[in-house]
Antibody
Framework: EVQLVESGGGLVQPGGSLRLSCSAAGFTFSTYDMHWVRQAPGKGLEYLSGIRSDGRGTSYADSLRGRLTISRDNSKNTLYLQVSSLGPEDTAVYYC???????????WGQGTLVTVSS | EIVLTQSPGTLSLSPGERATLSCRASQSVSNRYLAWYQQRPGQAPRLLVYGASSRATDVPDRFSGSGSGTDFTLTISRLEPEDFAVYYCHQYGSSPRTFGQGTKLEIK
């Protein structure tokens, strides 16, 4: 069974940064591209970033490019997302998502809530 | 990046009725790489359709997807109570990937 468990969320001061983690199990992590998607309270889904299975290619949403850094450690079956210069608009549930062999997003974690507030 | 526009924003229907949800892209979606997701309150999104028209595993056959190029549709043939939720389209043919803003399907 595929399992994706996000961690690292919580209350963060405006202007700060954080690193989210996603621990993967139930599949061969090193052979699948992975992504981050977020959802602000009461709002829709927003694609953030993706990384190739070997970690050598990344993509970012145009609006957030420069504030996000995605990475992975295939030896630890873990995906990461570094977010900098946080503002209240970054308050959201952040989801870790697996790509299928046909490129669509198939499995989602339950998400970790990030709240940006002083 | 490709902008996906979903319509209507809210759809009010009764159980047993047919629902038609639209997703229009600002540019052609490569290879029909368009997926649909259902999200219920407090839950993560659930994959319904990929490749514009292929149903995901364990998705009831009352859900069907169609379309190509810039116009895509999700149809729910006969609404069940559990189908009232928010639906999102997602294109994965171009980088960066993008989502539509969602259609809320509510009970009339």
């Amino acid at each position: 069974e595929v399992q994706l468990v996000e961690s690292g969320g919580g209350l963060v001061q405006p202007g700060g940064s954080l690193r989210l983690s996603c621990s993967a199990a139930g599949f061969t992590f090193s052979t699948y591209d992975m992504h981050w998607v977020r959802q602000a309270p009461g709002k829709g889904l927003e694609y953030l970033s993706g990384i190739r299975s070997d970690g050598r290619g990344t993509s970012y949403a145009d609006s957030l490019r420069g504030r996000l850094t995605i990475s992975r450690d295939n030896s630890k079956n873990t995906l990461y997302l570094q977010v900098s210069s946080l503002g209240p608009e970054d308050t959201a549930v952040y989801y870790c998502v697996k790509t299928s062999s046909l490129w669509f997003l198939d499995y989602w974690g339950q998400g970790t809530l990030v709240t940006v507030s002083s | 990046e490709i902008v996906l526009t979903q319509s209507p924003g809210t759809l009010s229907l009764s159980p047993g009725e047919r629902a038609t949800l639209s997703c229009r892209a600002s540019q052609s979606v490569s290879n029909r790489y368009l997926a649909w997701y259902q999200q219920r309150p407090g839950q993560a999104p659930r994959l319904l359709v990929y490749g514009a028209s292929s149903r995901a595993t364990d998705v009831p056959d009352r859900f069907s997807g169609s379309g190509s190029g810039t116009d895509f549709t999700l149809t729910i043939s006969r609404l069940e109570p559990e189908d009232f939720a928010v639906y999102y389209c997602h294109q994965y043919g171009s980088s960066p990937r993008t989502f539509g803003q969602g259609t809320k399907l509510e009970i009339k």
